[in-house]
């Protein structure tokens, strides 16, 4: 056994032993004790508290405090439901916007908390950026504070109309998912919502190794493909959970999954891999933020699958381009079960006729061919009227977004730019996707200031990027020792070009 082996072991070990206690099962509806209905509001406690309120997507965090033998309290649970229906669950009408909770300050456990945040009557409402509520406190006497005390949200209407307020929204108690979709944000104005889509990069990464397993996908012939695939998420996943998620997979592999594995035992317990969570227990969370269509069936995982890829796009070095080419395009070309898709993305992997040697040439080439399935998936839904009518497709990036990657405003073609495109597509899917890290420490990298380190390029080639390498590991030991590693050993090599590419292709 090698001896960086055996360091990564002991790290895993010791990585499984400090998992947190507490359920930090975020936005899953719960039935109640006589089973007649849904709790929607998540319950939090002293152990979780900041925790969940830490890890959550939602921008603004509703915490009720309460007492179970309170009868004021118990008449205005069927409010505070009707309202966490909106926001909380897989089946969410608004997800992603607030996360509605609640602390039971009867239970002993949660008295401190409660002290802490300067509860005298029950029940009692703050609203706030959830960041506010980790480690913070609420005192009536404190004059500026991001944690406000809501005090009309006596009702299910005069909460909601609180709420509405606040954000600036029209949302009702009667919406329904996908039939009151004026709230949703353009993503063609804001280059900033992007930062959002890290969660979607998660959730669209647990699908597809569900989707994997499921299917029952890794056999003989695939699974050089998906360790490949693991190795490029150990180092270049832009969720930190993922990244341990795909190492611990990554250094378990054989054992959860032997290569003289039939099937049949794969399905079984025996295929210990289906046990494992590529990014987290509480993820997937059933539903999208940034990748949510206007209708139920439209964009969702496969845009976050399109943000994944140019995320790792935008994010490997001038050694490793060769090698993501390939690791992708087979990817697609094994584990996308649409097989048109598939298809169509193997017929343009196949058309490259030499290697990638720089990192800029694999990302421009991945943007042209996400632009080649947009404008034929346009042609295609304005025929069959499929077509969403919030997100239609588009080329890439619009003038919105990046003015300076046109040449010129009427050009027909479009004549690009494609060194701004270049510094729109590291900017847009690197620096900015990773933005919310600095106030997320679940997503990212924390540095030794204490700091999320945004995610950085190097030009160099040969030698292991140490800054990289060292942030990685301070994160997590685990991934940081085996992204080293590999690192290493790939950058060694010379790039060559498969001849027997195999590929597919998605849409968002």
Same mark, same amino acid.
């Given at each position: 056994?090698?001896?960086? /082996?055996?360091? /990564?072991?002991?790290?895993?070990?010791?990585?499984?032993?400090?998992?947190?206690?507490?359920?930090?099962?975020?936005?899953?509806?719960?039935?109640?004790?006589?089973?007649?209905?849904?709790?929607?509001?998540?319950? /939090?406690?002293?152990?979780?508290?900041?925790?969940? #309120?830490?890890?959550?997507?939602?921008?603004?965090?509703?915490?009720?405090?309460? &007492?179970?033998?309170?009868? &004021?309290?118990?008449?205005? !649970?069927?409010?505070?439901?009707?309202?966490?229906?909106?926001?909380?669950?897989?089946?969410?009408?608004?997800?992603?916007?607030?996360?509605?909770?609640?602390?039971?300050?009867?239970?002993?456990?949660?008295?401190?908390?409660?002290?802490?945040?300067?509860?005298?009557?029950?029940?009692?409402?703050?609203?706030?950026?959830?960041? %506010?509520?980790?480690?913070?406190?609420?005192?009536?006497?404190?004059?500026?504070?991001?944690?406000?005390?809501?005090?009309?949200?006596?009702?299910?209407?005069?909460?909601? *109309?609180?709420?509405? !307020?606040?954000?600036?929204?029209?949302?009702?108690?009667?919406?329904? %998912?996908?039939?009151?979709?004026?709230?949703?944000?353009?993503?063609?104005?804001?280059?900033?919502?992007?930062?959002?889509?890290?969660?979607?990069?998660?959730?669209?990464?647990?699908? &597809?190794?569900?989707?994997?397993?499921?299917?029952?996908?890794? !056999?003989?012939?695939?699974?050089?493909?998906?360790?490949?695939?693991?190795?490029?998420?150990?180092?270049?996943?832009?969720?930190?959970?993922?990244?341990?998620?795909?190492?611990?997979?990554?250094?378990?592999?054989?054992?959860?999954n032997p290569a003289d594995m039939?099937?049949?035992?794969?399905?079984?317990?025996?295929?210990?891999? !289906?046990?494992?969570?590529?990014?987290?227990?509480?993820?997937?969370?059933?539903?999208?933020?940034?990748?949510?269509?206007?209708?139920?069936?439209?964009?969702?995982?496969?845009?976050?699958?399109?943000? #994944?890829?140019?995320?790792?796009?935008?994010?490997?070095?001038?050694?490793?381009?060769?090698?993501?080419?390939?690791?992708?395009?087979?990817?697609i070309h094994n584990f996308f079960?649409?097989?048109?898709?598939?298809?169509?993305?193997?017929?343009?992997?196949?058309?490259?006729?030499?290697?990638?040697?720089?990192?800029?040439?694999?990302?421009?080439?991945?943007?042209?061919?996400?632009?080649?399935?947009?404008?034929?998936?346009?042609?295609?839904?304005? *025929?069959?009227?499929?077509?969403?009518? %919030?997100?239609?497709?588009?080329?890439?990036?619009?003038?919105?977004?990046?003015?300076?990657?046109?040449?010129?405003?009427?050009?027909?073609?479009?004549?690009?730019?494609?060194?701004?495109?270049? %510094?729109? #597509?590291?900017?847009?899917?690197?620096?900015?996707?990773?933005?919310?890290?600095?106030?997320?420490? &679940?997503?990212?990298?924390?540095?030794?200031?204490?700091? #999320?380190?945004?995610?950085?390029?190097?030009?160099?080639?040969?030698?292991?990027?140490?800054?990289?390498?060292?942030?990685?590991?301070?994160?997590?030991?685990?991934?940081?020792?085996?992204?080293?590693?590999?690192?290493?050993?790939?950058?060694?090599?010379?790039?060559?070009?498969?001849?027997?590419?195999?590929?597919?292709?998605?849409?968002?």
């Amino acid at each position: 056994m090698s001896r960086t /082996l055996f360091v /990564l072991i002991l790290c895993l070990s010791a990585l499984r032993l400090g998992v947190s206690l507490g359920s930090r099962s975020i936005l899953r509806t719960v039935p109640d004790k006589n089973g007649d209905s849904e709790d929607y509001a998540v319950d /939090l406690n002293a152990t979780n508290f900041d925790a969940v #309120l830490r890890d959550t997507p939602a921008t603004f965090a509703v915490v009720e405090f309460f &007492a179970h033998w309170c009868p &004021a309290c118990r008449n205005y !649970k069927p409010h505070y439901e009707k309202v966490a229906r909106l926001f909380n669950g897989p089946n969410a009408v608004h997800p992603g916007k607030v996360l509605m909770t609640r602390v039971d300050c009867a239970l002993k456990m949660n008295t401190n908390l409660c002290d802490r945040f300067s509860v005298g009557h029950y029940p009692m409402l703050f609203w706030g950026p959830p960041s %506010k509520f980790v480690s913070g406190s609420w005192d009536p006497k404190q004059e500026k504070s991001e944690i406000r005390n809501i005090e009309n949200g006596r009702t299910a209407e005069k909460l909601l *109309s609180w709420i509405n !307020k606040q954000m600036g929204s029209s949302i009702g108690l009667d919406d329904e %998912k996908f039939e009151n979709e004026q709230n949703l944000s353009s993503n063609i104005s804001d280059p900033g919502q992007i930062a959002r889509a890290v969660y979607d990069v998660e959730e669209a990464t647990s699908i &597809a190794f569900d989707i994997i397993l499921e299917h029952k996908m890794i !056999k003989s012939e695939t699974r050089a493909s998906l360790i490949k695939f693991l190795q490029l998420l150990v180092v270049h996943h832009p969720s930190l959970r993922c990244r341990k998620g795909s190492a611990e997979i990554l250094v378990n592999f054989d054992e959860l999954n032997p290569a003289d594995m039939n099937q049949e035992e794969v399905a079984s317990e025996k295929g210990a891999v !289906k046990n494992f969570q590529i990014c987290g227990k509480d993820v997937p969370r059933g539903y999208w933020i940034f990748c949510r269509g206007s209708k139920n069936d439209t964009r969702g995982f496969s845009c976050g699958l399109w943000v #994944l890829l140019h995320s790792l796009s935008v994010q490997i070095e001038d050694g490793e381009s060769q090698f993501a080419f390939t690791t992708i395009c087979d990817f697609i070309h094994n584990f996308f079960v649409c097989e048109e898709c598939r298809q169509h993305f193997y017929e343009m992997c196949s058309s490259v006729s030499s290697p990638f040697n720089k990192a800029r040439d694999f990302a421009l080439w991945l943007w042209r061919a996400h632009n080649k399935v947009n404008d034929r998936l346009l042609k295609e839904e304005e *025929s069959m009227g499929t077509a969403d009518p %919030k997100f239609p497709k588009m080329i890439w990036p619009p003038r919105q977004l990046c003015m300076s990657c046109y040449r010129s405003r009427s050009s027909q073609p479009i004549e690009w730019d494609l060194d701004e495109v270049h %510094k729109f #597509l590291t900017s847009y899917y690197g620096r900015t996707l990773a933005s919310l890290y600095k106030s997320n420490s &679940a997503l990212g990298t924390i540095g030794a200031d204490g700091v #999320l380190d945004e995610p950085t390029t190097s030009t160099n080639a040969v030698a292991v990027p140490v800054g990289a390498a060292l942030a990685i590991a301070l994160a997590s030991c685990a991934f940081g020792v085996l992204a080293c590693y590999w690192r290493s050993q790939q950058k060694s090599r010379k790039p060559r070009r498969s001849s027997g590419l195999r590929l597919s292709e998605g849409h968002d």
